[in-house]
């Protein structure tokens, strides 16, 4: 069983940055792709980012390519997600999953297996 906790959320005006952390324990981290996901009120949990066992591969959703980079640290267990340029349209809880299948960057909710609690971004304009 592995248990993902995020971190690094809060409010930031457009524009600026921040740097969402999800660390893992329970389970052989370096062996899993790893996801980022966010769900904004009212709507669907969406696709923001993959990335695989190694870090050597990586996937973003349209809305956030050139914005948002995914990248891991084996060492330590941790998988980020840095976001640049924030709009208030990315306003949404963020939730960090991962994927036994260590290669696949998957896009879809079911292709993950283990989730965290999430964090609350909010971008105000």
């Known amino acids: 069983q592995v248990q993902l906790v995020e971190s690094g959320g809060g409010l930031v005006q457009a524009g600026n940055s921040l740097r969402l952390s999800c660390t893992a324990s329970?389970?052989?981290?370096?062996?899993?792709?790893m996801g980022w996901f966010r769900q904004a009120p009212g709507k669907e949990r969406e696709f923001v980012a993959a990335?695989?066992?190694?870090?050597?591969?990586?996937r973003y959703a349209d809305s956030v390519k050139g914005r948002f980079t995914i990248s891991r640290d084996n060492a330590k267990n941790t998988v980020y997600l840095q976001m640049n340029s924030l709009k208030p349209e990315d306003t949404a809880v963020y939730y960090c999953?991962?994927?036994?299948?260590?290669?696949?960057?998957?896009?879809?909710?079911?292709?993950?297996?283990?989730w965290g609690q999430g964090t609350q971004v909010t971008v105000s304009s």
């Open positions: 999953a991962a994927n036994r299948l260590g290669y696949l960057l998957g896009v879809g909710v079911t292709d993950y297996i283990y």
């Open positions: 329970g389970g052989t981290f370096r062996n899993y792709a």
């Open positions: 990335i695989n066992w190694s870090g050597s591969g990586t």
